[in-house]
Each structure stands twice: as structure tokens, then as C-alpha cells.
């Protein structure tokens, strides 16, 4: 069964400091991978998406992501971070199965930053 | 402008009473699909619909129903079979099952 595991419910950075959300999924094809940006009381939008290619995958607002097959890994980075930053991020995987495509999104990471 | 709207922002339930969310997208989307959302759960999936009058149940669906009567309206009904209906509900929509899904503001469904 396919899955996806963000680890770290809650991550709090400094003002500035590097951003790392962690995503692994499972899959036994490659998969279409995204990263979702939720702010409170909003719906999701997407941030940066894996289909095929080059593996480091550049997003809106400075993200990136790096696709690492032999990890199972698709981790969220970026460099500096900003207050405004500060919301909940989804891992999501989508693969075709019986009946179509489906989309897993991992439990979500909120995302702290410290003035 | 294109995009995805859900109605009401807030809706309150009575027991025993069925309500409906609405969905609407312009994006001219074939697939339309809803989750719900708890606190520390992510989204779960209740039911999508990948073409017009289909629709097929996602991973939570009893106590929900939907219809697919126009390729952009996807409305859900709460039934009173819903025990726990409270959470927040997020409709989307995509060009396709495995492409990008754009999602609508929420609706946050409270039980009185």
C-alpha cells in the first residue's frame, strides 16, 4: 500500500535559518510528488511538484525539493526562512492504481519561525 | 478570474439534520474530489469524481453523499448518519487524477 510519512508533526526555526520538512513515501513505481502550503483557515496550494526529470525541484517563495529514488525521500528545503513562512506543509504522492490516479497526503508539518 | 469557491465559510448542524456543501470551479476540471480535515490528520479523502453523473468513494465515505450533475458543481451532502461531521472540509479540482489538485477555501462544519 502506497503512504507517505512526514516526520516531525511540529518544526520550529529561527528568523533566517535553514528550512528541512522531511517526506518519504512508499511506492513501488516512481511517483508524481508535490508539497502543499496550508495558512490557517485556507485551502492548500501547491508549492512545488516531481513528475519526471530533474531531480531538484525549484517552488514558489524560495522552496525547493530534491527527489531521491534510492531514499524514497522528497524533503522540503529552504535557505533562509521568512516570518511569513509560518504554516502547515502537506507531503502528497500520486500514482496510478486500479481506477485511476490517486493522491496520499501525508499528515502535514507545521512550520514555527522565531523572530 | 479562475478558480475554485466552496460555500458557506461556516456552517452549523442540528442532530438529525442533513446539510450540504457547495463546490464550484471556472477552472474547466474534469476531476473534483473532497476531503476533511482534522487536527494532526491530514486530509482524508471522502469522495471524487473524475468525469461528469461518476463519482467513486474515497477512503472515509459513509455518512456522506455527493453528485457530479455539471462538470463544475461537486456538492456535498452531510447526512445525519455522520456521527462526527465536525471538521473542515476542503473541496479540489485537477486537470487530471495524478496532476496538480487547486483547492478551495474550506468550509468548517460545527454541530450545535
Redesign the interface.
Given at each position: 500500500a502506497q503512504s507517505v510519512t512526514q516526520l516531525g508533526?511540529h518544526v520550529s526555526v529561527s528568523e533566517g535559518a535553514l528550512v528541512l520538512l522531511r517526506c518519504n513515501y512508499s511506492s513501488s513505481v516512481p511517483p508524481?510528488l508535490?508539497w502543499?502550503v496550508q495558512y490557517p483557515?485556507?485551502?492548500?496550494?501547491?508549492l512545488l511538484?516531481y513528475t519526471t526529470g530533474a531531480t531538484l525541484v525549484k517552488g514558489i517563495n524560495g522552496f525547493e525539493a530534491e527527489f531521491k529514488k534510492s531514499e524514497t525521500s522528497f524533503h522540503l528545503t529552504k535557505p533562509s526562512a521568512h516570518m511569513s513562512d509560518a504554516a502547515e506543509y502537506?507531503c502528497a504522492v500520486?500514482?496510478?492504481n486500479t481506477?485511476?490516479?490517486?493522491?496520499i497526503?501525508?499528515?502535514?508539518t507545521r512550520l514555527f519561525v522565531k523572530a | 478570474d479562475g478558480g475554485i469557491t466552496q460555500s458557506p465559510k461556516y456552517l452549523f448542524r442540528k442532530e438529525g439534520q442533513n446539510v450540504t456543501l457547495s463546490c464550484e470551479q471556472n477552472l474547466n476540471h474534469d476531476a473534483m474530489y473532497w476531503y476533511r480535515q482534522d487536527p494532526g490528520q491530514g486530509l482524508r479523502l471522502i469522495y471524487y469524481s473524475q468525469i461528469v453523473n461518476d463519482f467513486q468513494k474515497g477512503d472515509i465515505a459513509e455518512g456522506y453523499s455527493v453528485s457530479r450533475e455539471k462538470k463544475e458543481s461537486f456538492p456535498l451532502t452531510v447526512t445525519s448518519a455522520q456521527k462526527n461531521p465536525t471538521a473542515f472540509y476542503l473541496c479540489a479540482s485537477s486537470m487530471g487524477g495524478q496532476e496538480t489538485q487547486y483547492f478551495g477555501p474550506g468550509t468548517r462544519l460545527l454541530v450545535l
Amino acid at each position: 500500500a502506497q503512504s507517505v510519512t512526514q516526520l516531525g508533526s511540529h518544526v520550529s526555526v529561527s528568523e533566517g535559518a535553514l528550512v528541512l520538512l522531511r517526506c518519504n513515501y512508499s511506492s513501488s513505481v516512481p511517483p508524481y510528488l508535490f508539497w502543499y502550503v496550508q495558512y490557517p483557515n485556507q485551502g492548500l496550494q501547491l508549492l512545488l511538484k516531481y513528475t519526471t526529470g530533474a531531480t531538484l525541484v525549484k517552488g514558489i517563495n524560495g522552496f525547493e525539493a530534491e527527489f531521491k529514488k534510492s531514499e524514497t525521500s522528497f524533503h522540503l528545503t529552504k535557505p533562509s526562512a521568512h516570518m511569513s513562512d509560518a504554516a502547515e506543509y502537506f507531503c502528497a504522492v500520486s500514482r496510478l492504481n486500479t481506477g485511476g490516479f490517486k493522491t496520499i497526503f501525508g499528515a502535514g508539518t507545521r512550520l514555527f519561525v522565531k523572530a | 478570474d479562475g478558480g475554485i469557491t466552496q460555500s458557506p465559510k461556516y456552517l452549523f448542524r442540528k442532530e438529525g439534520q442533513n446539510v450540504t456543501l457547495s463546490c464550484e470551479q471556472n477552472l474547466n476540471h474534469d476531476a473534483m474530489y473532497w476531503y476533511r480535515q482534522d487536527p494532526g490528520q491530514g486530509l482524508r479523502l471522502i469522495y471524487y469524481s473524475q468525469i461528469v453523473n461518476d463519482f467513486q468513494k474515497g477512503d472515509i465515505a459513509e455518512g456522506y453523499s455527493v453528485s457530479r450533475e455539471k462538470k463544475e458543481s461537486f456538492p456535498l451532502t452531510v447526512t445525519s448518519a455522520q456521527k462526527n461531521p465536525t471538521a473542515f472540509y476542503l473541496c479540489a479540482s485537477s486537470m487530471g487524477g495524478q496532476e496538480t489538485q487547486y483547492f478551495g477555501p474550506g468550509t468548517r462544519l460545527l454541530v450545535l
